[in-house]
Structures are given as structure tokens and as C-alpha cells.
Nanobody, 128 residues
Framework: DVQLVESGGGSVQVGGSLRLSCKASGDTDSYALGWFRRAPRPGSEREAVAAIDDDGSIYVSPYLKGRFTVARDTVKNTLDLQMNDLIVEDTAMYYC??????????????????????WGQGTQVTVS
């Protein structure tokens, strides 16, 4: 069973940067690790931010490319999300997740929330 703990959230001004870190425990060698977020507005859905598969394939939301980057350390079993040039719309609860994907990220260039079965508690990011 994979357990995930996020850290690094907080409040930041528009244009600032934050680095989120996800620490996984358990064997994640065959898992994709990803970041998702849910905005605070009513009815918002959890959206994929970025992910790295077990083969190193990287997905970053096309809406966030250029500002967000993701990195995975297989030795430390961590997944970091670097967020730059933050805007108010980046305000959300950010979740780390792990799952075995039935597709290859580099082929479909997408990830689905339903394929991630293990989730962290989330870390809040507020941009104002």
C-alpha cells in the first residue's frame, strides 16, 4: 500500500513561486506519481496538474506548461512540483497521488484522476 504526504503549501503573492513536495512510502517502482488540484469555488473538480510515470514519462497540464515543472526522485521516493509566476487562479488544494496507469503518458499526453488509487491529504496553496 502506498502512502503519500504532501508539504510545501502556503500563501504567496501573485508572481511568486512555491515548491511542493510529495513523500511516498511503499514500493512505487511501478507506479505513476502525480499532482492534482481542486480550486475552492463550489462545484470545482479535481484537475490533473502534472505526473511522472514509472518509465520517466512526464505530463504537465498544457495550461500550466511554462510555469509548472515536475521532478521525481526514485531514490528518495519523492515527487516535487515547482510552481512559478503564480496567479490567483492557481489557488487550490494540491494533492499528490499514485497509481498504475493502463496507458503510457508519452503516448496519450494525459492522465486521469480515476487511475490514481492512493491519495495524500493535500496541501493548500493560496495566491493573492
Amino acid at each position: 500500500d502506498v502512502q503519500l504526504v504532501e508539504s510545501g503549501g502556503g500563501s504567496v503573492q501573485v508572481g511568486g513561486s512555491l515548491r511542493l513536495s510529495c513523500k511516498a512510502s511503499g514500493d512505487t517502482d511501478s507506479y505513476a506519481l502525480g499532482w492534482f488540484r481542486r480550486a475552492p469555488r463550489p462545484g470545482s473538480e479535481r484537475e490533473a496538474v502534472a505526473a511522472i510515470d514509472d518509465d520517466g514519462s512526464i505530463y504537465v497540464s498544457p495550461y500550466l506548461k511554462g510555469r509548472f515543472t515536475v521532478a521525481r526522485d526514485t531514490v528518495k521516493n519523492t515527487l516535487d512540483l515547482q510552481m512559478n509566476d503564480l496567479i490567483v487562479e492557481d489557488t487550490a488544494m494540491y494533492y499528490c497521488a499514485a497509481g498504475r496507469l493502463p496507458y503510457k503518458i508519452h503516448i496519450v499526453n494525459a492522465v486521469r484522476e480515476l487511475d490514481f488509487r492512493s491519495w495524500g491529504q493535500g496541501t493548500q496553496v493560496t495566491v493573492s
